[in-house]
T-cell receptor, first 114, second 114 residues
């Protein structure tokens, strides 16, 4: 039973390029959360999605960032026109349902913008 | 809004000594409470959680935590530190509502010396 799978593990982008981060939740999980971890900081919530729906995007920057969780396939966090300040570790977590109290985390994607 | 405070960004102990990592939260109602551990370049692993019932919660690797409502605290302890416990530890809370995201503290780095 595979856990939450994130790829790539490491991603290097030049300023102005696009970054696409993928997250495949655990089998049977239909709820996905994205978090960002800046150096020396804890994880900050970005967005909560269910299949084909964004439930809460209160933590997402207003510009350049978007997320989706299609009916088929992984959840995607997309960052357009990346800047140095986007360099961080991005973690995805999944849970089986709304009332579940625990989320399982992936190993993260470490984005470096050069 | 909820917040989590972890006192001490770095804690150093000797092998075999008591580990105490402090966590206080602010919430109008008792939330769900979690401790996660993160090893270098890894994702987050759940150590233990409190949802309801007994306020002393036992987790993996010999860790435990006690929920003290009057002190709004959820401190993590381990009687005897092991070298393999060296990692970063995060306290997190979530509201008792369906689908709400985790709010994390900034983390405490635990160092264990021989």
């Amino acid at each position: 039973n595979a856990g939450v799978m994130q790829n790539p593990r490491h991603l290097v982008r030049r300023r102005g390029q696009e970054a696409r981060l993928r997250c495949s939740p655990m089998k049977g999980h239909s709820h996905v959360y994205w978090y960002r971890q800046l150096p020396e900081e804890g994880l900050k919530f970005m967005v909560y999605l269910q299949k084909e729906n964004i439930i809460d995007e209160s933590g997402m920057p207003k510009e350049r960032f978007s997320a989706e969780f299609p009916k088929e396939g992984p959840s995607i966090l997309r960052i357009q026109q990346v800047v140095r300040g986007d360099s961080a570790a991005y973690f995805c977590a999944s849970s089986p349902g709304q009332l579940y109290t625990e989320a399982f985390f992936g190993q993260g994607t470490r984005l470096t913008v050069v | 809004a909820q917040s989590v405070t972890q006192l001490g960004s770095h804690v150093s102990v000797s092998e075999g000594a008591l580990v105490l990592l402090r966590c206080n939260y602010s919430s109008s109602v008792p939330p769900y409470l979690f401790w996660y551990v993160q090893y270098p370049n890894q994702g987050l692993q759940l150590l233990l959680k409190y949802t309801t019932g007994a306020t002393l919660v036992k987790g993996i690797n010999g860790f435990e935590a006690e929920f003290k409502k009057s002190e709004t605290s959820f401190h993590l302890t381990k009687p005897s530190a092991h070298m393999s416990d060296a990692a970063e530890y995060f306290c997190a809370v979530s509201e008792r509502e369906a689908g709400t995201a985790l709010i994390f503290g900034k983390g405490t780095t635990l160092s264990v010396s021989s």
